[in-house]
């Protein structure tokens, strides 16, 4: 069973006016048990990659297969250079992968079309954690952004390892937000061994594929901005206007909470208990309400929700953080900080946050928000693999 | 002052509901200080507490009673003859007779009442039978963490109001019933349809059937008095929350024949496994909030933070993994300390293993 809460920043406002006001919603699962793993690898196999690109593949799908898979999990591989072939049909530990050869241009396009292909003959099976990776050395034609957001429509989500000795950062994170996945920086080839050790222990942790989350909207009431806390992954931009949405989400983790902020107009509050949304993902659901009010007093004296607050900063941060934008990262942290004095867990956000933002590089920092994870305690922790 | 994010001016309007009206960006504590005196809108404070006004007051003598014998209505001169002594019809003898009534009034001298009751007080603190009583810890309040001794037997207000003199209980006993639970010489309680309830370990106990009061257990009385149960031969270990001065025993498994050992283990968190709230932090965070004072610092302790377990002489600490881990538990303990005190940053706990005697 899954537990939803939505709160906005206070539960009262004026009545007969509009209101603009932050939302937060948490989502908590009592799955201790993850899921088997379904791992789609899909590999560039451009002539880039020849030599020391080709060897590190092979020791890492041999790794994969000798040393992480459990019984009930799968893997299946695709390469792609100029176009895209399946090397590998879903298989078990037991699999034997032909050798890889590299050779040909980097076609992103063709390795999304031939994944979504490969995902559409597989099925979709809620009770197993199905995670496509995706690995690229150089900078590829695009993908079409709707092509790699249909992935989750199959509960997969997508990570992407960049070897950013050619590769380029933040169009592989892209891809791997629209699949609600996370990116991992691979300096040199050596490094992809360990980036695929860590998305194959994350992918053991999972407790539930890529939920789909259902929004109900009031009439005149929109939400926009829905964006996963703490890692900053922009959910939906909106506006999504009254009327039933469904958004997918990252995987939920063991242990894990998922939580998402929202921005959300409304047109009138009545001077009642308004009804502005109703969430509903894997069988739970909460009511987002406001109480309508013609006494300022009450309002002004009603106490803010200060983790709404603390989630809306942190994916502030950690959005600023993605493109770039250290300074504006740094002053939104120190406002966070405020925050230590009331919020028990502040300071373990303004601690993760400092830290990935201390890092070297894009891709550093990229990899470092996408392991920024949420117990289900509230404590923002950096996951370690 | 202007939004950290869009830079538009604030006013009023986004002070009431903590956001900036034009881009929704939240308003941080300190913001919302710092707009309050610029708009020159006063602190939100809490409400005004009025401290009771402490009176004597004489015995209320009841216009009637029934006499236990013949159930006959006593009043007028038949409840003079009662309160003096016995009762006009059928000779029952009252077991508590009130002397120097005025006559007509039926209302007790003022002056000799309050002579009567500084004595009454006085001699039903020597009354208290310990034999027919059983140990308690009263866990709220200014007396947190005394120890109480309650009559085994049919128990209401009027026994907590005898042995709880602070003022500040007045109005949360009053909520007890007159008759509000029984309570056996083995800890059983049975709730005698009081009016707001009885609770074990957060939950309600009600109907005929007896519900067992264990050690580490707390027992609350129509909302706000909270006990929990104690022990006079030592064997429990004890723990005090230090910051509120709740105290509890922990149960403990005595061992048996086949050889296993003696063992204890209580989690100091604020959840148990299922989710419900530990009774210690219950009756902290009960506490906290009847006095008024601040309970935030309780969050500092993690829903599942750590436990203390012993099995037979080896005593270990565990604390959950990226859990903040008290200062105070020994490294290499080879002789145990008959107490110990677990630091946290905002809370501490002191853990008496080996009692040398009740306290009380």
């Not at chain 1, 890492?60 to 176009?83: E, H, R, W």
């Not at chain 1, 031939?114 to 199905?130: F, M, N, P, Q, V």
């Not at chain 2, 309650?150 to 909520?175: A, E, V």
Request: aromatic fraction near 6%; include cysteine; charge should be negative.
């Amino acid at each position: 069973m899954v537990s939803l809460t939505a709160n906005l920043i206070k539960p009262l406002a004026k009545c007969n006016q509009p209101l603009i006001s932050k939302g937060g919603l948490n989502i908590i699962g009592d799955n201790e048990n993850a899921l088997p793993l379904d791992l789609l690898l899909v590999i560039d196999m451009s002539g880039s990659m020849s030599g020391d690109g080709e060897r590190i593949v092979q020791q890492s799908v041999l790794f994969i297969l000798d040393k992480l898979m459990g019984p009930n999990d799968k893997m299946a591989i695709i390469t792609f250079s100029n176009g895209a072939n399946l090397h590998m049909n879903w298989g078990d530990k037991n699999s034997n992968p032909a050798a890889f050869s590299a050779g040909g241009g980097t076609n992103f396009g063709s390795a999304i079309n031939e994944t979504l292909s490969c995902l559409g003959a597989y099925g979709i099976d809620s009770s197993r954690a199905g995670t496509v990776l995706f690995l690229s050395d150089g900078q590829g034609q695009k993908a079409n952004d709707e092509n790699v957001r249909t992935i989750t429509e199959f509960g997969f989500t997508m990570h992407t390892i960049g070897v950013t000795s050619g590769a380029d950062p933040t169009h592989l994170n892209q891809m791997a937000e629209l699949a609600r996945g996370f990116y991992y920086d691979a300096p040199g080839f050596d490094d992809a061994l360990k980036a695929f050790s860590s998305i194959f222990n994350y992918g053991k942790t999972v407790a539930y594929a890529a939920p789909d989350l259902k929004i109900k909207i009031e009439d005149g009431v929109t939400i926009s901005d829905l964006v996963q806390s703490p890692q900053g992954v922009e959910i939906a931009k909106g506006p999504l206007n009254a009327g039933t949405h469904e958004v997918s989400l990252s995987h939920l983790v063991v242990g894990m909470r998922g939580d998402l902020t929202f921005r959300i107009n409304v047109d009138n509050v009545a001077c009642e208990d308004n009804l502005l949304a109703t969430f509903e993902c894997i069988g739970g659901s909460s009511e987002l309400r406001v109480k309508g009010t013609t006494d300022d007093t009450q309002i002004l004296n009603a106490s803010t929700n200060a983790d709404v607050t603390l989630m809306t900063k942190t994916g502030q941060a950690a959005q600023l953080l993605k493109t770039g934008d250290k300074a504006g990262a740094t002053r939104i942290i120190t406002q966070i900080k405020t925050l230590e004095k009331t919020h028990p867990q502040a300071s373990d956000v303004t601690k993760t946050l400092t830290d990935v933002s201390s890092m070297k590089n894009q891709g550093e920092i990229l990899e470092g928000l996408g392991k920024l994870q949420t117990d289900k305690e509230g404590k923002t922790i950096r996951r370690e693999d | 002052m202007e939004c950290f994010d869009c830079g538009t001016t604030l006013s009023e309007r986004d002070l009431l509901v903590a956001c900036c009206q034009i881009c929704g960006d939240p308003l941080l504590p300190d913001d919302l200080d710092a707009l309050r005196a610029e708009l020159g809108i006063a602190e939100a404070k809490p409400p005004e507490i009025i401290n009771p006004i402490i009176e004597s007051k004489p015995l209320e003598i009841p216009d009637a009673v029934d006499c236990p014998g013949c159930f006959t209505p006593l009043m007028g001169i038949d409840l003079e003859a009662w309160n003096e002594g016995s009762c006009n019809y059928c000779s029952e003898i009252n077991p508590s007779p009130i002397s120097k009534i005025e006559s007509t009034s039926g209302k007790v001298d003022s002056e000799d009442s309050n002579l009567n009751t500084a004595t009454k007080d006085i001699d039903e603190e020597k009354m208290i039978d310990h034999q027919n009583s059983l140990p308690f810890i009263i866990n709220v309040g200014p007396s947190v963490g005394e120890i109480i001794h309650l009559p085994i037997g049919d128990i209401g207000r009027s026994n907590f109001h005898q042995i709880l003199k602070d003022s500040w209980y007045k109005d949360h006993i009053n909520r007890i019933s007159s008759e509000h639970i029984r309570l056996s010489e083995n800890y059983e309680i049975i709730d005698l349809g009081s009016t707001n309830k009885t609770y074990i370990d957060g939950l309600r106990i009600s109907g005929t059937k007896s519900a067992q009061l264990n050690f580490g257990s707390d027992l609350n009385l129509a909302g706000n008095i909270q006990i929990s149960r104690t022990d006079s031969s030592g064997s429990y270990p004890l723990i005090e929350h230090v910051e509120t001065g709740i105290k509890w025993h922990i149960p403990v498994f005595k061992g048996d024949d086949a050889g296993m050992p003696k063992s204890w283990s209580q989690h100091l968190g604020r959840l148990t496994e299922d989710d419900h709230s530990e009774s210690w932090y219950r009756m902290a965070d009960l506490h906290l909030r009847a006095m008024g004072l601040d309970e935030t610092f309780l969050s500092y302790i993690s829903r599942r933070h750590m436990i203390i377990s012993c099995e037979g002489d080896d005593i270990k600490l565990e604390v959950f993994e990226g859990k903040e881990t008290p200062v105070g538990f020994p490294e290499n303990p080879t002789i145990f300390p008959d107490d110990l005190t677990l630091s946290l940053k905002k809370n501490s706990f002191k853990i008496t293993i080996n009692q040398k005697s009740e306290s009380n």
